[in-house]
């Protein structure tokens, strides 16, 4: 009996640690290098599997995460564009949310590649469990994003499990950012 005591342990354990593992790995979205002719025109459409929600790609707010995850931060990206112009899915997935949360319209897709993209403030033309495809119209644009007083903008968040990536790395165009280890003293960088 002790055995298997200790058999069960050991696999809770191995199990617990291919779990960290999975979620603390760090991840990249696959994202396609821009086309030559892209490589210096910021606001062009990306080419490749994913396509821009709102047209160009007129970045407002970069992605700045917070150091911590508890931490306030910017966790994706806002996009220039009207009100009521539409918003397409930047890649072929699921419908997974669309409806009010918080007071505003939110999108969110899960992609086979297991990442998900949220695009917001959004009224949704969309239902959950639908398929769409890339380029497919999920919604309108509405007014009222906080990050942008005054315009309107597309905030279009992306994770991989509860791990947040920069949205721009879909279209070849983000930043990657290493952070220091946990535990490390500033001194030591």
Avoid at 125 to 147: D, K, N
Avoid at 176 to 188: N, Q
């Amino acid at each position: 009996m002790r055995q298997l005591h200790n058999a069960i342990i050991v696999s809770l354990i191995t199990a617990s640690l291919l779990a960290v593992a999975a979620i603390v790995s760090p991840t990249i979205a696959r994202a396609e290098p821009p086309a030559p002719e892209q490589a210096y025109a910021p606001n062009a459409p990306a080419s490749g599997p994913w396509r821009s929600p709102v047209g160009a790609l007129d970045l407002l707010t970069r992605f700045d995460p917070p150091p911590e995850p508890w931490l306030p931060g910017h966790r994706g990206v806002d996009l220039a564009a009207g009100p009521g112009l539409p918003v397409t899915a930047a890649g072929a997935g699921t419908v997974v949310f669309a409806d009010d949360l918080a007071g505003r319209g939110v999108v969110s897709i899960v992609h086979d590649n297991g990442l998900r993209t949220t695009y917001e403030p959004v009224e949704p033309l969309v239902a959950a469990g639908e398929t769409v495809t890339a380029g497919q119209t999920i919604g309108r644009l509405q007014p009222g994003h906080t990050s942008c007083p005054g315009r309107a903008c597309l905030h279009l968040g992306l994770k991989r499990g509860p791990l947040y990536l920069d949205p721009m790395l879909l279209f070849g165009k983000g930043k990657v950012r290493l952070l220091p280890r946990p535990g490390r003293a500033e001194a030591e960088r």
